[in-house]
């Protein structure tokens, strides 16, 4: 590589976009006497609920945490069974078993990378209660076939929409309708607390239940006594992490229209000529979390040495996610290798490629080119 290439500061997958602005708010929180949950929880969650359409909008300390609560108070646990795609975050199946619940993997659609809902209906059994949908790179799963499914056969819809913040399906925002749906606000996703999540839910007495699950099952009465009827965790959000997503929040849909820009230009500067599978040029309903090609299959066994090929040239390149039924875990409960192969073979060849908001047009090219050298570099 030249000389000149070399000298460009490294270029990370990705990297969150706080403003001035919000670092004084950040500390105005430090300096105001009270930094756990409190009025900058409140007006957050206000915020978000007015984006979604008045429905009620809980925070949590994770997604993780938000998703476990959500099983909890659809009152889910053991014998039961839980529906969801080998493709994600494994927090999606932690959750499940967190609560001591089954997780049953159906396989991913080639196109869309998402559950394939054609393959539910044949992996419904007595026991099954519920779905756990996930927008992969923040590509929204079908939500009209996915409710109308989850209504035939009487099933509560979790929404995994951890990388979906600003998506949209047939043009409402996802989280504005459905069943319960889970936002992550880590320090990677679209809209970020640094460390953070919520639910979105469908009344009152929902939002009360989460609140109780979220601190210790405490319900305070007005006269300032308490009671606990039943077992709540820890979940709650600090007023610091809220703070930062009320600043991300006034700023998350000039982030997300940045990277559908840069994820055009990708598909604009993309050579065609080297084998990739580009995702779905969806420019209108996915928030590009994620810019994701998926490698020759001929070089997949090698992606170690193209991501070391990538970094070489001063550029970050990350794996979400392998397959996660062939995680020990997973394979303990009796998955296998060969269940699920088109989850396998994406999870084999995926990439994520740098896509964030500060990025510019120019750090596009840089890694069309990267990409090239690193193939080149390969096929030696
Ligand atoms: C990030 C993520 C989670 C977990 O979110 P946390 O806030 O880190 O707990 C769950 N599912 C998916 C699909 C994710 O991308």
């Known amino acids: 590589m030249t000389n000149s290439m070399e000298k460009l500061p490294f270029l990370p997958f990705t990297r969150p976009s706080i403003d001035e602005q919000t670092i004084a708010e950040v500390a105005d929180v430090l300096r105001s006497g009270w930094i756990t949950s409190g009025p900058r929880c409140q007006a957050l969650e206000a915020a978000l609920s007015e984006r979604f359409q008045g429905r009620p909008v809980r925070l949590a300390s ?12 659809c009152g889910i646990g053991p014998g039961d069974e839980v529906i969801t795609t080998p493709l994600s ?44 949908p996930v927008d992969l790179a923040g590509l929204p799963v079908d939500r009209d076939r996915l409710n109308a499914l989850a209504a035939r056969h009487s099933l509560r819809v979790i929404e995994d929409a951890a990388q ?20 992550s606000f880590h320090a990677n996703k679209n809209l970020t607390t640094a460390e953070g999540g919520c639910l979105v839910l469908n009344n009152a007495q929902e939002a009360r239940a989460f609140e109780k699950l979220r601190l210790q099952g405490v319900e305070r009465f007005p006269d300032g006594s308490m009671d606990v009827e039943q077992w709540g965790g820890k979940a709650n ?44 040029a969806d420019f209108v309903q996915s928030n590009w979390h994620m810019m994701q090609p998926l490698l020759p299959r001929a070089l997949a066994p090698r992606r170690g040495e193209f991501i070391e090929a990538m970094k070489a040239q001063g550029i970050g390149v990350g794996v979400h996610y392998p397959a996660m039924h062939l995680f020990t875990l997973l394979r303990r409960l009796g998955w296998r290798q060969g269940q699920f192969p088109v989850a396998e073979d994406i999870g084999a060849r995926t990439l ?29």
Not at 62 to 71: C, G, Q, R, V
Not at 237 to 251: E, S, W
């Open 352 to 380: 994520t490629l740098p896509l964030f908001p500060a990025m510019a047009d120019t750090d596009v090219d840089r890694v069309c080119a990267a990409i090239a050298s690193a193939v080149r570099t390969l096929q030696g």
């Open 164 to 183: 979906a913040f600003g998506a949209h399906w047939a043009g409402r925002e996802i989280g504005s309708f459905g069943d319960l749906v889970s936002f």
């Open 237 to 280: 959000l600090t007023d610091l992490a809220a703070a930062i997503g009320l600043g991300q929040l006034r700023q998350v849909d000039a982030f997300n229209a940045r990277r559908r820009a840069l994820a055009q230009r990708y598909f604009e500067r993309w050579d065609t000529s080297l084998g990739f599978e580009l995702p779905p």
């Open 89 to 132: 975050w494994v927090a999606t199946a932690n959750v499940i078993l967190a609560v001591g619940a089954t997780p049953v993997f159906v396989d991913v659609d080639a196109a869309t990378r998402n559950i394939d809902l054609a393959r539910i209906e044949a992996a419904l059994t007595p026991r099954t209660r519920a779905l756990i």
């Open 62 to 73: 994770s997604a993780t945490a938000a998703l476990e609560l959500a099983l909890r108070l």
